[in-house]
Nanobody
């Protein structure tokens, strides 16, 4: 059973923007912290940022000021607004619950290139 469906990736030029979406299926979705991760070939998946059940957010330094995570609990969804994208943001992006993770979804590919 697919636990997450990520979407919204694509090819964008440096400096551009994308908005990723993640739809979950967990009961009481609203009670859990949600996180976005990314992975490049040959590397481990890394945390990009997270949003708590109360809406508090944290980000890795490399995306602070450029990325924004939000959530819509009624829709069991989380979003990643990415602005001023850089080539080093190129990766497959995933969402999950950082504290009680479930099976990973298929992710959505982001390619930042001119």
């Amino acid at each position: 059973q697919v636990q997450f469906v990520e979407s919204g990736g694509g090819l964008v030029q440096p400096g551009g923007s994308l908005r990723l979406s993640c739809v979950g299926s967990r009961y009481m979705f609203r009670a859990y912290t949600m996180a976005w991760y990314r992975q490049t070939p040959g590397n481990q998946r890394e945390l990009v940022g997270e949003i708590s059940s109360s809406g508090r957010t944290n980000y890795v330094d490399s995306v602070k000021g450029r990325f924004t995570i939000s959530r819509d609990n009624a829709a069991k969804s989380a979003y990643l607004q990415m602005n001023n994208l850089k080539p080093e943001d190129t990766a497959d992006y995933y969402c999950n619950f950082p504290d009680t993770p479930e099976s990973w979804g298929h992710g959505t590919q982001v390619n930042v290139s001119s």
